[in-house]
């Protein structure tokens, strides 16, 4: 008990201002970036590799309850971001696995279990599974630090804690999913029935491997639903072990099945198949206009999409400043600047422009890049060799487009992904990095005079998933947070990502919400249930 | 007290208690070939009856002014009775579709819509109510006119449902909370439940007024303002009532109405990068297309209500009159355009001779003729398409070898009549079991046990409705769980209260209108953190 309550408490913070890697380098905004940029060098490239203490143990496809190789035999490597190297070599699913996957889910919801289980006996699933996640923290925390290159620490105090608490979370929704009762106009009785929508195709990214498996499995079995799952090609590991521990806390066969595999192949066969029920994606906006062209062509299953973003973190004048030079910088940085929520547009007032510039410098000067597996280290690599390029060609333009580069904008070492924290000042709002999402840690910071102003350039984007609003006063918190299209707003804080605060997006960041009550509309379908009353006592 | 009474008629007007049902309940001889001579002369020879309505309005409502299309164009619209032309309407395209949405992105941007409590939105929409019940007269006999369904159900069932929807809504309007939400930490977080934008909205010809309600209604009393293609078949009745909107006072730019096709009008909207939210009730092929233009454009979210093949299924145990009387109304009301007809009638075996029977006695009672002549209870198909559409279904049915039970034919020469037509032996791989065909051709299937027909009536790419009969509590409950569709009406159909949602499972659609659940489609959500410092509680 004392455990989990200890864990669940560094839940809320763990994203957060007061996380520990955050509030560990508070208070030391000193400029010393030579020496670091030094570090650099030393940390991530000059020594040696740490090797992880985790076995890979799991690399096939889990369907209908067994680890089964790919129809194809085919395999594909994914790879050490520090490195470049192989970890192992994985079932490479395509459309025929996605068959078979999608084949032993529809068995498992039309024919049972689960569906036909009580609420209560599936919320007891989830909760033997959130307690072996915890048990097995540190395989998990390892596997995915080595697999996407976030850091061991990361993964161990933050996501998977929050993994467990999703399950909990969802785990208590299951047994207290209501229909109504509905007045009639007449003498009728009637009702809505909240029913599960059948087999639930989810597809998830590379950047937070478990925490959007939570995210999507969790909702989609408090509510009854079988899943096929694909998992991003880059980060394939951690889901594999989770279904082990899924089939180890009771979960029946064919409930979750899990496909590793590409986009173009596995992704489409189960956005286009006519025997899934409900598509629910995370990932780029252009996939998600391919996803939603393929549900609308196939069989019209409703589409959940969290999409990309370019969120405005706005630093008015009368904000704490060092306050909010440490979130800007998180709310950039966090998990090498691979959040599509990131504060990639951090609107300073012009009477504290110069002082935040400055600060904002010398804070991602101060940032520590090396091994993830290595104590102290605040940033790891890029996920991958494209994501890398991308992300340099984004700095290229900056500096193209005469920003102004405050500091880093190199690569750090001479292996593996790492990328220096990178600033850019005098950002305008028609640069490239000012209007693209790019990924990673590459932090723009650009001038506003008035509120109505930077309202009006904040919503001067495709996108709408999240925005930061720095402030102490009270009129203007309330103001800005109804006027900013986005779909979460948060007030001198930022990547606050409790269980029950819904996340998605306005615009083109996405379609649909996820966590919270609100998730679970995405797995539920309605079904208005009528009879006639005769001589009823009242209507 | 008007509208008390009016109101106290609602849920059964399109029910079993309906006076369209309750009119022919209890006569159910089979007089046939009297009726049949009554298609003859009801229809075709007697002269047509001239609507006492004019028609005002044919332009286009942007910015609260009615205007011409910018191209000049119009089209007609067709009397259905005839295929006379009643109107010329202006041809809204892309160019007349930006101006509209243009006018609604300034009247939610600038406001004053959104920006007006939602009190006030309440009261623009229940004087609107009050205008409708005011002129349901002139807006029954447009409706009829342009569409061909009976003036009476226009104005007994239909027009009072649009007042009724627009109170309901109305209500909602000051009653939409979001949330304050637990934290696992020292933060106060709370959702807003935010109107969206400016709204795209495409309704059909079958029930144009209604549908215009179910999709304005909750989209105003949201905060949202609109753009609206009204379908090409029926311009005239939303030109009319949008007038009646600027009367309650409803401001300039809230809501805008363009007349127009599907493929100029329809897609530039669904494919407008200024739409925030598109809704589409319409066929499951254009909603095919509808979402993919959303997906292509600006990723607005969808709300689709599309096609059905809706099962209708009675036990043994059933009340074998009444079933047959709902079987009946389920596929012919509307002269069986309305996408949740109950278009696959299963019988049980026990019961299936006397139920076909019964079945075609009925339909051969079927009252056809001009709409706006008193006690017609089957008016025209809307247009040529259609007919055409019907006439061939039925001609796949015989090829099929489904027993043809009566109908069949044209009603008179003119218009787009069709005689109420019943096929009974008709199989589950037949066209007619499987596509919809949206006309007054009822197809009549035997089962033998429950496990068989739940497996049968959900193996169809459609699941908007169903329709159960039986006694047993435990049927009831077993099968009303087991069918996958959006509404299951137990021995009763098509009660439609305001407060029932209504929609798809499947390809069927997206989404739920009416009701609470139809808010959904209107608002986004927004979740706002903020930190709390020594708070009394988390």
Redesign the interface.
Same mark, same amino acid.
């Given at each position: 008990m004392a455990a989990r309550s200890r864990v669940?408490?560094l839940?809320?913070?763990s994203f957060? &201002?007061?996380s520990p890697f955050l509030s560990r380098s508070q208070g030391k905004n000193l400029n010393n970036g030579s020496r670091i940029v030094r570090r650099f060098g030393t940390s991530s490239a000059a020594e040696e590799v740490i090797s992880p203490s985790v076995q890979v143990s799991y690399t096939k496809l889990l369907i209908d309850g067994n680890f089964v190789d790919a129809a194809s035999g085919k395999t594909f490597p994914t790879l050490d971001p520090r490195t470049g190297e192989v970890i192992a070599h994985v079932a490479e699913g395509d459309a025929e696995d996605i068959n078979r996957a999608v084949k032993a889910a529809r068995k498992a919801f039309d024919e049972g279990p689960w569906p036909k289980m009580t609420a209560y006996e599936r919320s007891r699933v989830m909760l033997r599974f959130a307690d072996l996640v915890e048990k097995h923290s540190e395989e998990l925390a390892a596997l995915e630090s080595w697999d996407n290159g976030k850091t061991y620490e990361q993964a161990l105090t933050a996501e998977i804690p929050m993994v467990a608490?999703l399950f909990r979370y969802y785990a208590g929704w299951a047994d207290k999913i209501h229909g109504?009762t509905?007045?009639?106009?007449?003498?009728?009785h009637?009702q809505? #029935?909240h029913?599960p929508i059948g087999v639930a195709g989810q597809i998830i990214p590379w950047n937070f491997p478990l925490l959007m498996f939570a995210w999507k499995v969790g909702p989609a079995l408090a509510c009854g639903n079988t899943i096929v799952l694909k998992t991003a090609e880059q980060t394939p590991l951690t889901a594999f072990y989770v279904g082990k521990l899924f089939l180890e806390a009771g979960l029946p066969p064919g409930v979750l099945n899990m496909v590793s595999g590409f986009g173009a192949t596995a992704g489409a066969s189960l956005a286009s198949h006519m025997d899934v029920?409900k598509l629910a994606f995370t990932g780029s906006?252009d996939t998600?206009?391919v996803i939603? *062209?393929l549900?609308?062509?196939s069989? #019209?299953k409703?589409v959940t999409?969290e999409?990309g973003g370019k969120s405005p973190f706005i630093v008015f004048e009368d904000a704490d400043i060092d306050k909010a030079v440490e979130l800007a910088h998180f709310a950039l940085f966090f998990n090498q600047g691979q959040c599509c929520c990131a504060g990639s547009r951090t609107y300073v007032h012009e009477k504290v422009y110069d002082e935040f510039v400055e600060k904002a410098k010398a804070r991602a000067l101060k940032r520590v890049v090396g091994d993830p597996f290595k104590k102290g280290i605040e940033q790891g690599p890029q996920i991958d060799s494209k994501q890398f390029e991308k992300v340099m060609k984004y700095i290229r333009s900056g500096v193209e487009s005469n920003a102004t580069l405050e500091c880093g904008g190199g690569q750090v070492g001479d292996k593996g992904y790492f990328i220096q924290p990178t600033v850019f000042s005098n950002v305008k709002d028609d640069m490239l990095i000012a209007q693209d999402e790019i990924f990673g840690p590459v932090q723009s910071i650009l001038k506003f005079s008035d509120v109505d102003e930077v309202i009006k350039r904040a919503n001067d984007t495709?996108y709408g998933l999240a925005a930061g609003v720095f402030t102490k006063s009270l009129d203007t &918190?309330n103001r800005v947070?109804?006027a900013l299209k986005? *779909?979460?707003?948060?007030?001198?804080?930022f990547d606050?990502f409790?269980? &029950?605060?819904?996340?998605?997006g306005?615009?083109?960041s996405?379609? *649909?919400?996820e966590k919270?009550?609100?998730s679970l509309?995405n797995y539920l379908?309605?079904?208005?249930?009528?009879?006639?009353l005769n001589n009823p006592a009242w209507i």
């Open positions: 669940s408490s839940l809320s913070r957060s &201002a007061s608490r109504l509905v007045p009639a106009d007449g003498n009728y009637v809505t #029935l029913e029920d906006t998600g206009k939603l *062209g549900a609308a062509n069989n #019209l409703p999409l999409l495709r &918190a947070s109804r986005a *779909g979460t707003v948060w007030v001198n804080c606050v409790d269980a &029950a605060i819904p996340f998605g306005y615009k083109m996405g379609n *649909g919400r919270g009550i609100y509309n379908q309605v079904k208005a249930v009528v009879t006639p």
